[in-house]
């Protein structure tokens, strides 16, 4: 049984652990589990997540930007934690993101914070993107698959969209 070191109280209902992803074996965190709620958030606004497993295990946050919950992230071959969000609003439809939080902010205490890489809303063939993997091609390329979930509703479509990620 695993301590999630984030106080239960504090991982809202329906918007606990979206994020569950090791870290790499060669990386700080020398492999350890690592979790981000969806928007569960401190006194601060910021989101509750953390390292669970490893030397530098402790509860951190994540800066959270705009409108946009996390739905589910792994971590890049240099130890960078790339996150997937999305928001939705009446107003604004289904957006989506991808946003790289630095390796060295992935720490006790630290509020974790990084730049977006992509963003889209509903003029782009998206949909309610939940699933997030990174992997590398033959020809070396780094690789980003996203899938989303239509939750049984003729409004909402799976969805699979893969993306060479340049180091650029």
Aim: a negative charge; glycine letters at 10%; zero cysteines.
């Amino acid at each position: 049984q695993l301590d999630f070191l984030v106080p239960p109280w504090e991982l809202r209902r329906n918007r606990g652990f979206e994020t569950v992803t090791h870290a790499n074996p060669d990386g700080q965190h020398q492999g350890g589990l690592v979790v981000v709620s969806e928007k569960s958030l401190d006194k601060s606004g910021n989101i509750y997540a953390a390292v669970i497993e490893g030397p530098h295990k402790g509860v951190f946050t994540v800066k959270r930007n705009g409108n946009f919950d996390i739905a589910d992230g792994a971590f890049l071959p240099d130890g960078d934690l790339l996150l997937l969000e999305r928001s939705f609003s009446m107003a604004g439809g289904v957006k989506m993101r991808l946003r790289r939080i630095y390796g060295e902010s992935v720490e006790k205490g630290a509020v974790a914070d990084g730049p977006v890489l992509m963003e889209a809303d509903m003029g782009y063939q998206i949909d309610n993107m939940e699933g997030l993997d990174v992997w590398t091609r033959d020809d070396g390329a780094l690789m980003v698959s996203l899938v989303s979930d239509d939750n049984h509703s003729m409004l909402q479509r799976n969805l699979y969209l893969e993306f060479v990620l340049h180091e650029d």
